[in-house]
């Protein structure tokens, strides 16, 4: 069982930043991609930004030169600092963690969601 918490989330005026972290703990062994998707009211969960173990990243475009995404692997935890922050961001954001192991067996847990609200 491995539980996937967020935190950070809240109301910024845009233009700010905001600044999301999420810990996985339980039984966790390996953890592959780590990644952080959004769902806005009336729009479905759509993919921001992921973060390999070796580090390799991709975004959303929307987001691209505005947020980050950075893993400590000793630690689990993933981070997405979130930059110029626009009301189009406003959405519940969800922490995401994967691992592909045969062996093992395969890993693709989320955590509750926490709510960003930018403000114009």
């Known amino acids: 069982q491995v539980q996937v918490v967020e935190s950070g989330g809240g109301l910024v005026q845009a233009g700010g930043s905001l600044r999301l972290s999420c810990a996985a703990s339980g039984n966790i062994f390996r953890i592959d991609v780590m990644g952080w998707y959004r769902q806005a009211p009336g729009k479905q969960r759509e993919l921001v930004a992921r973060?390999?173990?070796?580090?390799?990243?991709n975004y959303a475009d929307s987001v691209k030169g505005r947020f980050t995404i950075s893993r400590d692997n000793g630690k689990n935890t993933v981070s997405l600092q979130m930059n110029s922050l626009e009301p189009e961001d406003t959405a519940v954001y969800y922490c995401?963690?994967?691992?592909?192991?045969?062996?093992?067996?395969?890993?693709?847990?989320w955590g509750q969601g926490i709510l960003v609200t930018v403000s114009s």
């Open positions: 995401n963690m994967l691992r592909f192991d045969y062996v093992r067996g395969n890993l693709d847990a």
């Open positions: 973060i390999t173990r070796g580090g390799s990243t």
